[in-house]
């Protein structure tokens, strides 16, 4: 995969975050107080609601394929060789998946009421 | 004028040495001196053994290029009044291994200066390059739009000042990437694709940060940074998926110089 | 904890595991990310605009004292803006954590 494809999905996903992060902490800590928003209530009370379940959803997403990308690329200009590239490559790919894999379910069980 | 200058010079002989230390030297200071004057003064009449390269002292040929009060600069006009100290600390340049003193192995650099092939490239114009009838014609705004890259006097600074490489090996450096823009903007160079592909790899243009540090330190006003910015720009139209179907750039027209007579090998 | 695969969170567990930061040092992790994601996010504003040329520099012919015009667009405030902004909000994150 050429590199400014990942540029372009790593710039995308920067956009994209901004406008999630921005309103995920506008709703933790000044819509709504923070002591509040952290309490197990609320919380289960936000996933309940199916567009704010799939927009943590889309934040999930996005921030960690940010996120991975970012530190794979921290990464491959800290050492230069061909198994380290490779390596790294591989593992940040596996990292990525499975944290997207767990975070989505997460987030499907609370959405769909198993958590009380 | 009567004063001395503290000057410090790194000094360090690997062959002898495990790790380099600083010297000092009491120079005395005249109206206008340069760190290189200072420098040359040390050398001739203190300690012959100090190493710097140094060649035409204007700030032309970018031989003596190296840290000057923490700062990569070029010794040959940096002025000694400029640094407003009494002590001057003169190291050899950052990012570069050091052969001895202030005198650094540029041949990495040089290197990857030769891997974005700094040259023109034609394709199939053979019988043009082997028997020339004109110029390869260039408009005053098409040379405006990549001059400034070709006042590049390959001095290094640029490379040394930059954060990405002292850690990633593999990265071009800022000189070699602007160079890479030169020749990309110039209309009559036609790997305009090889030449892209070549920067779009891991370790090419997109380790740029855009930190800025080699246009703050190139004495030529070359600002390899607005260069780089402009590649990554090239890179992601020509990849975009909106892009819309150009013409291919038809490439330098060849100028029939009215003398053409005149010019034929014999 | 409720572990992983286990049976999720209680209320009595989550409130637990959440009282582990509701201490000085985990109000000024918090604050940190807070400075650290806003530095970064304008930041990285500066960066895709520089990078698709919304902000830009046009190339010219280069006179004394050779200063680089890449060095004297917006994007060099934005540098500040970043800076300055992120300072902001770790303060209003800290007076709404401390306070």
Redesign the interface.
Known sequence: M???????LQ?GT??L??GL?TVH?LMQ?VLVP?GEA?S??H?LSVYRDAVDAALLEVLLVTVLAHGFNGLR?IL???K?SARW?SGVNWAVLLVTLVAIS?GTRTVI?AATG??S | MGEELALRIQRFDPSLEERPHLERYEVPLKEGMTVLDALIYAKDRLDHGIGVRFSCRMASCGSCGMKINGRPRLACETQLKDLRSSTVTVQPMDNFPIVRDLVVDLEPFFSKHRSVSPHLVRKGDTKEQESPAGEYLMTPRELDSLVQFTYCIKCGLCSSSCPTSSTDSLFPGPQALAQEFRYLQDPRDEAGEERLDLVDTPHGVWRCHFAGTCSAVCPKGVDPALGIQLLKRHVMAARSPFRRRKKARAGAKVFANPNADLLKRD | MGGPFGEGPSPASWSSDLSVTENALGHVVLVMVVLVVVYHGINGIRLILSEYGVIFARPSRPDYPYKAKSLRTVQRHLIWVAIIVAILAALYTGGTLFG
């Open positions: 050429r590199e400014s494809t990942m540029m372009q710039y920067a956009i975050a901004i992060v902490l800590g923070y952290v197990f209530q919380v690329i491959l200009e800290w230069q590239t767990y069980l198993q958590v």
